[in-house]
């Protein structure tokens, strides 16, 4: 059985869609509510890392502080926005899913798909948009 991670956010729709897509593939993942828990270092880096992602790419722009904080400056360099995520989990977009087969920033949701073993054929997110497996 595959093991899955997914940095959720419980009141974000695409977190709680890609949350119920890896269900409906037949697995329960470890759900880490990294608002509550925050960020270390190591395993803020690995993640973006492991995901291709620069912390500029992972900055979550929109409901979160960045703008009042000055942090969507392209001028802002990356070690600040990095320093500013561990201070204000807020800031990282979510959901990232760790699964055997990588990790990815899943937004679209459809991302998801690609990441797991057995993914649904189609799946109907909250706002009612049907998407297909495949189709990212």
Request: with cysteine; net charge negative; charged share 25%.
């Amino acid at each position: 059985m595959m093991s899955i991670t997914i940095y959720h956010n419980a009141d974000c729709g695409t977190s709680r869609n890609v949350l119920e897509i890896i269900r409906q593939s037949g697995v329960e993942p470890d759900v880490v509510q990294y608002l509550q828990r925050g960020w270390t270092r190591e395993l803020l880096a690995g993640l973006l890392a492991a995901a291709g992602l620069t912390p500029r790419e992972a900055l979550r722009t929109s409901k979160s502080p960045a703008e009042e904080l000055g942090l969507t400056d392209p001028a802002v360099d990356d070690s600040i926005l990095f320093e500013a995520m561990l201070k204000h989990p807020i800031l990282v977009n979510r959901p990232i899913v760790v699964t055997k087969k990588g990790t990815a920033l899943c937004r679209p949701s459809e991302k998801v798909f690609d990441l797991l073993d057995n993914p649904p054929a189609s799946f109907t997110k909250e706002d009612g948009e049907t998407i297909q497996s495949g189709q990212v």
